[in-house]
Every structure is written in structure tokens, then in C-alpha cells.
């Protein structure tokens, strides 16, 4: 008969609250540059030019294509090679903004794409310049409309974060690894972590959630 215990694993507690606090600054970071560089390549990919839209493809098909632990690999382990050494934190925030960026490249573009054609002439009828136009009246009511589908790439991202531990930063999983490895109690460690990204994942959505209303207003669906 298995014998679970619990406490060996909960006596760790400030290195499960150290590694759960390191996957929420990595999330956030992520997060926010994620969809900084995800609008910057759907504007692209939807108005863009020449190489650089062709570009910005390569870069979103590379990233929507490729395993994540294996961008995170590249990153820290391959760059090296080419001179370029980051810690474990910084090539983890990295992958996980790249990776990020090239889904919400793509969520954000349907987004655009749906904008009503009489809202942007309406818009253009106002003498409001292009940067106007973008910032103010086709992204805001875009976000609004493809939140859920960003909100659930970012929970994504925020769980693809414990492969993190794989190079050594101190994330959540990072956290139960090493507290298997003390005591030895690996079922329970990973429950108990299993727990935990359960928690951060209902808690995050719900926020998010309630975000997006407050951030881009309550968007009707677009109407061609």
C-alpha cells in the first residue's frame, strides 16, 4: 500500500511560493512583450510590405511550427555557439515572448482582419491619420474581439513555462524537482505542483477575463 505524505512536500513551502512567484514574473513579462511584438507583426502581415511582411511569416510559421522546448533549447544552449550567452531567466523570457508573439501575430491578425469596412472610412472621413486610425479605432475593438483566443494562448505560454526548468531557472516545476530530489516523495511533489498551475491557470483566465472589457470595452461581434 502507498503511503502519501504530503507534509515533506508542504514543509518546502517557501521554495514552492519562490518557484510559483518566478512563473507568474515570467508570465507577465512574456505577456506583455508577447503581445507588444504579436501586434507589431499582425499591423505587418496585414499592411506590410515586401520583405519585411515575407519576413515576419517566416518568423510566425518557424515559431507556430516548431516545439517550444526546442526554441527555449536553441535559444539558450545554440546561441552560445554564435557568441551570444544569456541566463537562464532571460532565454526563458525570450522563447516564451517569441513563442508568444507568433500565436498572437496570428490571433490578432483575424482580428484586423474582421474590422468593418465602413468603420475605417468613417474613421478616414474624420481627417484622422493612419497611426489614428490604427491605434484608436481598428485595434482596440480587434482586441476586444479575439480576447478569449489571447487569453487562452497566454495560459499556454504560462504552462509551457515549466519546461523552463530544464535550463536551470526557478520556475514551479524547477521547485518540485528539487524537492523530489530531497526527500524523494516525487507522486506527491508534482501533485502538489500540479495543484498549484491548476490554481494559477483558473486564477489568470478569471483575471484576464475580467480585463478585457475594462481594456477594449464589450465589442459586438464585426458585420460585413
Same mark, same amino acid.
Not at 18 to 25: D, E, K, L, N, P
Not at 133 to 144: K, N, Q, T
Not at 185 to 204: D, H
Given at each position: 500500500m502507498i503511503a502519501l505524505d504530503f507534509v515533506?512536500?508542504?514543509?518546502?513551502?517557501? &521554495? =514552492?511560493?519562490? $518557484?510559483?512567484?518566478?512563473? #507568474?514574473? *515570467?508570465?507577465?513579462v512574456a505577456t506583455v512583450l508577447g503581445l507588444m511584438l504579436g501586434i507589431a507583426c499582425a499591423?505587418?502581415?496585414?499592411?506590410?510590405?515586401? &520583405? =519585411?511582411?515575407? $519576413?515576419?511569416?517566416?518568423? #510566425?510559421? *518557424?515559431?507556430?511550427n516548431t516545439p517550444f522546448i526546442v526554441q527555449l533549447f536553441f535559444i539558450f544552449f545554440g546561441?552560445?555557439?554564435?557568441?551570444?550567452?544569456?541566463?537562464?531567466?532571460?532565454?526563458?523570457?525570450?522563447?516564451?515572448? *517569441?513563442?508568444?508573439?507568433a500565436y498572437a501575430a496570428e490571433i490578432v491578425r483575424a482580428g484586423l482582419q474582421s474590422t468593418p469596412r465602413g468603420q475605417?472610412?468613417?474613421?478616414?472621413?474624420?481627417?484622422?491619420?493612419?497611426?489614428?486610425?490604427?491605434?484608436?479605432?481598428?485595434?482596440?475593438?480587434?482586441?476586444?474581439?479575439?480576447w478569449p483566443s489571447v487569453v487562452s494562448q497566454i495560459i499556454i505560454v504560462m504552462l509551457g513555462s515549466a519546461v523552463c526548468g530544464q535550463i536551470s531557472t526557478e520556475e514551479l516545476s524547477y521547485a518540485a524537482n528539487l524537492i523530489q530530489s530531497r526527500n524523494f516523495?516525487?507522486?506527491?511533489?508534482?501533485?502538489?505542483?500540479?495543484?498549484?498551475?491548476?490554481?494559477?491557470?483558473?486564477?489568470?483566465r478569471h483575471l484576464l477575463v475580467a480585463l478585457g472589457p475594462r481594456l477594449f470595452g464589450r465589442v459586438a461581434p464585426a458585420h460585413r
Open positions: 515533506a512536500v508542504l514543509a518546502e513551502w517557501p &521554495l =514552492l511560493l519562490r $518557484g510559483m512567484a518566478h512563473t #507568474v514574473s *515570467l508570465t507577465a499591423k505587418v502581415r496585414v499592411h506590410g510590405h515586401g &520583405l =519585411l511582411r515575407l $519576413g515576419v511569416g517566416a518568423y #510566425v510559421e *518557424l515559431f507556430r546561441l552560445p555557439g554564435l557568441g551570444l550567452r544569456l541566463t537562464p531567466e532571460i532565454a526563458s523570457v525570450l522563447a516564451m515572448v *517569441l513563442n508568444l508573439g475605417i472610412e468613417a474613421a478616414r472621413s474624420l481627417a484622422l491619420t493612419e497611426r489614428q486610425l490604427f491605434w484608436r479605432v481598428v485595434l482596440p475593438p480587434a482586441l476586444g474581439r479575439v516523495r516525487a507522486f506527491e511533489s508534482f501533485i502538489v505542483a500540479t495543484a498549484i498551475y491548476l490554481g494559477l491557470s483558473i486564477a489568470l
